[in-house]
């Protein structure tokens, strides 16, 4: 009986991303361009859910997305993320989206690491709710999921990726 509870839960996940990216169409596009944080001013992240990602990923349809979830005791986080700002530089905004999901336990934490690794102003990044974990099962750090253009998840994993490898997958989606 769990398993039918878990596939019906993936299955209305699935059908629930598919309308959003079905109505985008028809959506005007929104940016979701970070707000570059003030000089001096501590990192507040906003609290996000599981609909309010899908809703941020479906307002992007047409692009490549990347979902980056890490947490601030992770040590391949800390070296993933450094690769995923510069990332932000070398490819426009208008091919490739990315976006961090914090998933630590407290969200200090996740601030204070934040504005460490100089992530505000690079790309949005948001503190999970616990259900955007059980959502995506997300099972170690880093876990990254990436969409391509037509909204369809390409991979869904964890593990640090090099940035070579991430790139070039990446500008592969983009030239699709």
Known sequence: MEVRKTVFC????????????????????????????AEGQPVKLKAIQTYELLDMLAEEHGKV?????????????????????????????????????????????AEDFVGKMGMQGAYPVFFAQEDVVRSYRINAIPFNVIYNRKGRIEVSEPGYVPAADMKKFIMDLIRR
């Open 65 to 109: 997305i990347l979902v980056n979830f890490f947490a601030s005791f992770c040590g391949p986080c800390r070296q993933e993320i450094p690769e995923l700002i510069q990332l932000r530089k070398e490819i426009s905004e208008e091919d490739l989206v990315i976006i961090g999901v914090a998933i630590d336990q407290d969200i200090r934490d």
């Open 10 to 37: 993936r299955l209305v996940l699935h059908a629930v991303l598919c309308v959003l990216v079905a109505l985008s169409a028809f959506a005007p596009s929104a940016s979701l361009a970070a707000e570059k944080a």
